[in-house]
């Protein structure tokens, strides 16, 4: 069975105790506290598995724990780091705070690898503690605790165009005849279960990804069939491949069938509607004469004065087929867009909130802002996105830095330096 979501609990090392002794030997004159420092607890990492493409493995395996440190001991010695826990995930998974449903991360493109929670830091021993009024300290420091959540994994697959359709249009077959996929094809009456990727070569030009989204029947808005279940696998797609049963095989109306697919696209969701769409006619090959010209006559008036392109094409022969895909990536290669991702939304450090946060006015009109905290900010919010700076200011305002600049007379117009950048202030 093919699982693109999944819960489980994930939990960090605590850091390792120290350790509180005292040296005490025959012809050791200068002795005293030797009491080593705990060990670091290890972290909970997040990894990207080329070799996944599911997350089945998590329908088993449901928690997740990094070693935690060892405490110190005597002599100075100081206790062994937890091991960090790997959760290897299949490129695309997105992970999510289960209590909120807040982003944590998204496993995908340059992000291959991520600390999500870090170990606790391992106590200092009592030889940390002594000083000329205190010789002989009797404590230590505890490590700190470990980070624990419960979250959600959810894959949506990194595909550049998806393919759409209703059952038995002869998607799977497609997608067998222009790819390295090996989808189970028959004459089935009711859709595939699992959502399949393949790779086009095309001579004389780069390759594209292509997924085969199934489970879309119409009702699936409401809940029939599969419901929405694997619409979330085209949300990175740039193109659509809508097929259609041009022969009317099994008497649907290929018009009719396209608007009832995009209404259920638009219902998962209001921008796959606007994204480019070519129509794929298949099953040319039992085309009965001047019938089947017509239903390309009838789609390409339907479809085309709205820039949707209709290609008469026979997955089984391979009628058509070329031509398809090289349009289809002239139309990937005319698309600028960004790739699609989830920004971070949730941060689950535990001593965040407790991290100080210096407001301070170096002249009339400058202000600056530091702390390590907002150091963590920055490197995990992308500015250049506008959800990723609207995120940065709701942060700013949350936690009381907007309102301490006001305090210190801040006006419209004046610099507010974070480090190395640069912003003007505004209501």
């Known amino acids: 069975m093919f699982a693109d979501h999944a819960k489980i609990y994930i939990r960090s090392g605590k850091g390792g105790d120290g350790h509180v002794s005292f040296r005490r030997e025959k012809y050791v004159p200068a002795g005293g506290p030797d009491g080593g420092d705990g060990g670091r607890g290890g972290d909970l990492i997040f990894e990207v598995d080329d070799g996944m493409n599911t997350l089945n493995d998590f329908r088993n395996i449901r928690k997740y724990i990094a070693g935690d440190g060892r405490p110190g001991g005597k002599k100075r010695c100081r206790g062994a780091d937890g091991e960090d826990k790997i959760v290897k995930v299949p490129a695309g998974t997105i992970v999510r705070d289960a209590a909120s449903g807040k982003v944590i991360t998204d496993m995908s493109y340059d992000n291959r690898r991520e600390v999500i929670l870090r170990g606790g830091k391992g106590g200092k021993g009592n030889m940390n503690f002594a000083t000329p009024t205190m010789q002989a300290p009797k404590y230590a420091q505890p490590g700190q605790p470990f980070q624990e959540l419960e979250v959600l994994l959810e894959l949506k697959v990194i595909a550049d165009v ?8 002869g998607k799977s077959t497609f997608l067998s ?71 009317s095989v099994e ?8 608007k009832i697919i995009n ?48 290609f008469p094409i026979s997955a089984v022969s391979g009628q058509g087929v070329k031509e398809l895909l090289y349009h289809v990536k002239g139309m990937l290669n005319e698309i600028k867009t960004d790739p699609v991702i989830f920004e971070r939304e949730f941060f689950p450090e535990f001593d965040l909130n407790s991290e100080p946060v210096i407001v301070n006015k170096v002249k009339e009109g400058l202000y600056t802002i530091e702390g390590s905290r907002v150091d963590r900010m920055l490197g995990y919010t992308n500015l250049e996105t506008e959800k990723g700076f609207a ?3 709701k942060f700013l305002r949350e936690n009381g830095i ?23 202030y505004y209501k």
């Not at 998806?162 to 249009?169: A, H, I, M, Q, S």
């Not at 994204?275 to 789609?299: H, M, R, S, W």
């Not at 907007?402 to 912003?423: A, N, P, R, S």
């Open 162 to 169: 998806g393919l759409v359709g209703f059952p038995n249009v």
């Open 391 to 393: 995120f940065f200011q």
């Open 251 to 258: 008497g649907r109306d290929p018009v009719e069938d396209i």
């Open 177 to 247: 005849r222009v790819t390295n996929a090996k989808p189970k094809i028959a004459n089935y009456h009711f859709t595939t279960l699992n959502p399949n990727l393949g790779v086009v070569d095309l001579e004389g030009t780069d390759g594209f990804v292509i997924a085969d989204i199934p489970g879309l029947i119409e009702g699936a808005s409401e809940g029939i069939g599969l419901g929405h279940q694997f619409l979330r696998h085209i949300e990175r797609t740039k193109v659509i491949i809508h097929m259609v049963d041009a022969a």
């Open 402 to 424: 907007i309102d301490e600049l006001e305090k210190l007379g801040i006006q419209e117009g004046d610099t507010v330096q974070i480090y190395d950048l640069h912003f003007d």
């Open 263 to 310: 209404a259920e696209l638009s219902a998962y969701s209001d921008k796959l509607t606007h994204l480019p769409q070519v129509i794929a006619a298949n099953k040319a090959d039992v085309f009965y004469g001047n019938q089947g010209e017509e239903v390309i006559k009838k789609l390409r008036k339907e479809f085309e004065p709205h820039g949707i392109k209709v």
